[in-house]
Structure formats: structure tokens, C-alpha cells
């Protein structure tokens, strides 16, 4: 049913918050935690899908609130908040049997491919037992320029010396989703069905909710679908 978004993909990755786990209200309570902490009335956490120092740029700019931290301080009180509220993360419906099938079944290299920082990443991995699913994993401070650059993602590429043609991420912010395509790589995009599709790139091949729909239906194609739909029709007894 989905294989269509497979063909000749050799390598699939994976963003982290928002994609493969259900991380925004836990991001949003350590960001209001830390501008309570400084006395600021609580607006938003910037945008999602950007690092935790970008977001805090655009917050503080935007709300023309003045630093009685440096940022570096705001940005690893805001990690330490996080971290003390893993137990509040939840992993993406059907992310389990759908790397397992990737994995195990189809022999594919899966990629961690993250704005997060490492020091979060590592604790994020570890709590949820990530390790030994994904072959590589990358964050957005191993890297000049994070997401929507495309820096995070050609790094990875070049690690496992796979052209972007044959890769397929799986993405959802709007700032994953760009840095993907900046890369020349096709997305499915794990969508929150508020984001108008109109603002994602054109390599954005597929929406989905979840990973729910995908174990079990990546083996054949829209096509071979609608051949097996039609053979059932014929060998149906006729009135």
C-alpha cells in the first residue's frame, strides 16, 4: 500500500520531537518553567522543529523581554527542565513495529537526525530505549548550521556514503521539514493537521498522523494494490 514512498530508499531517518515522540507540552512546560524563574509571564516556546537557543532568540525578541541570563544559561536550564520530565514523553503510535519491520525485516540503516542538543538526545535515547535502533544518531549542535539548514542532514548522508535520492525522512515541523528538502531528500511528514500543507516543501511526498498505518503495508506498491483489487473482482462469482 505504501511502498510507492520506498522504492529504492536505502537509508531512513528520523527527526525526534514532534516526530517520533510527542515531546511539544513537555518542551512548552520547561520553557515556561524557566521564564517563570526569571520573572517573565509566560507567551510561547518559539517555533518547533528549531534549537532550544534559536527558540529562546525568538522569544526574547519577540516579547522585547531583556536577558537577566545569558543565553547559554537559559538554553541549559531549559535542558535540565526537560530532562527532569521524561517521564511525561510518549512515543509516536506504531514507531515500534515500523522500525522493528525497517530494521529487522527490511535490513534498512535508520538515522536519529535531530535540532535537539546531544546532552538532551542521550537521555532522551537512553530513557525510551532507542539505542539499538538507530544506526547513527546526529544533533543540532554537532553541526555549523541546524535545521533548516540542510548541514544536519548531509552530514548524515556522508556518513553512510547514500545519495539523498535513495533517502527518505520522516519529519514534522515546518524547520525539519526544509532542512530535509534543502538536502534533496524525500520527506513523509508526520503531520499535526493544524500546519497548512501549503507552507511544507514539494518533497513532501506523504502525510501521515502517525506511524500507525505503515508496519505491515510497506511491501506493496499503490499499483499492485489496485492489480490484487481488480483479480478479486474477477474471480468473485458472478450473479
Same mark, same amino acid.
Given at each position: 500500500?505504501?511502498? /510507492?514512498?520506498?522504492?529504492?530508499?536505502?537509508?531512513?531517518?528520523?527527526?525526534?520531537?514532534?516526530?517520533?515522540?510527542?515531546?511539544?507540552?513537555?518542551? &512548552?512546560?520547561?520553557?515556561?518553567?524557566?521564564?517563570?524563574?526569571?520573572?517573565?509571564?509566560? *507567551?510561547?516556546?518559539?517555533?518547533?522543529?528549531?534549537?532550544?537557543?534559536?527558540?529562546?532568540?525568538?522569544?526574547?525578541?519577540?516579547?522585547?523581554?531583556?536577558?537577566?541570563?545569558?543565553?547559554?544559561?537559559?538554553? $541549559?536550564?531549559?535542558?535540565?527542565?526537560?530532562?527532569?520530565?521524561?517521564?511525561?514523553?510518549?512515543?509516536?503510535?506504531?514507531?515500534?513495529?515500523?522500525?522493528?519491520?525497517?530494521?529487522?525485516?527490511?535490513?534498512?540503516?535508520?538515522?536519529?537526525?535531530?535540532?535537539?542538543?546531544?546532552?538532551? *538526545? /542521550?537521555?532522551?535515547?537512553?530513557?525510551?530505549?532507542?539505542?539499538?535502533?538507530?544506526?547513527?544518531?546526529?544533533?543540532?549542535?554537532?553541526?555549523?548550521?541546524?535545521?533548516?539548514?540542510?548541514?544536519?542532514?548531509?552530514?548524515?548522508? &556522508?556518513?553512510?556514503?547514500?545519495?539523498?535520492?535513495?533517502?527518505?525522512?520522516?519529519? /514534522?515541523?515546518?524547520?525539519?521539514?526544509?532542512?530535509?528538502?534543502?538536502?534533496?531528500?524525500?520527506?513523509?511528514?508526520?503531520?499535526?493537521?493544524?500546519?497548512?500543507?501549503?507552507?511544507?516543501? &514539494? $518533497?513532501?511526498?506523504?502525510?501521515?498522523?502517525?506511524?500507525?498505518?505503515?508496519?505491515?503495508?510497506? &511491501? *506493496?506498491?499503490?499499483?499492485?494494490?489496485?492489480?490484487?483489487?481488480?483479480?478479486?473482482?474477477?474471480?468473485?462469482?458472478?450473479?
Amino acid at each position: 500500500m505504501f511502498g /510507492d514512498y520506498f522504492i529504492d530508499k536505502t537509508l531512513i531517518t528520523f527527526d525526534l520531537d514532534g516526530t517520533i515522540i510527542k515531546s511539544e507540552s513537555t518542551w &512548552d512546560a520547561a520553557f515556561k518553567k524557566v521564564m517563570e524563574l526569571n520573572g517573565w509571564v509566560w *507567551t510561547s516556546a518559539g517555533q518547533y522543529g528549531a534549537s532550544v537557543r534559536e527558540r529562546w532568540e525568538r522569544v526574547l525578541a519577540e516579547n522585547k523581554l531583556e536577558k537577566a541570563r545569558p543565553i547559554t544559561e537559559l538554553v $541549559e536550564l531549559t535542558h535540565t527542565e526537560f530532562i527532569n520530565q521524561l517521564s511525561q514523553l510518549v512515543v509516536t503510535d506504531g514507531f515500534w513495529p515500523f522500525a522493528a519491520e525497517l530494521k529487522f525485516k527490511h535490513k534498512l540503516p535508520l538515522a536519529l537526525v535531530t535540532n535537539t542538543a546531544r546532552v538532551v *538526545t /542521550d537521555k532522551v535515547v537512553a530513557y525510551l530505549e532507542f539505542g539499538k535502533v538507530f544506526d547513527f544518531v546526529i544533533c543540532g549542535d554537532e553541526v555549523k548550521n541546524p535545521k533548516p539548514a540542510p548541514d544536519i542532514y548531509k552530514k548524515t548522508l &556522508d556518513h553512510f556514503k547514500i545519495p539523498a535520492k535513495n533517502t527518505l525522512a520522516f519529519e /514534522d515541523s515546518l524547520v525539519g521539514a526544509a532542512s530535509a528538502a534543502k538536502a534533496g531528500i524525500s520527506i513523509i511528514l508526520v503531520w499535526d493537521g493544524v500546519t497548512s500543507v501549503r507552507k511544507y516543501p &514539494d $518533497e513532501v511526498i506523504g502525510y501521515t498522523d502517525s506511524f500507525a498505518p505503515l508496519p505491515g503495508n510497506i &511491501d *506493496t506498491t499503490h499499483y499492485a494494490d489496485i492489480i490484487k483489487q481488480v483479480k478479486e473482482l474477477e474471480t468473485e462469482p458472478q450473479p
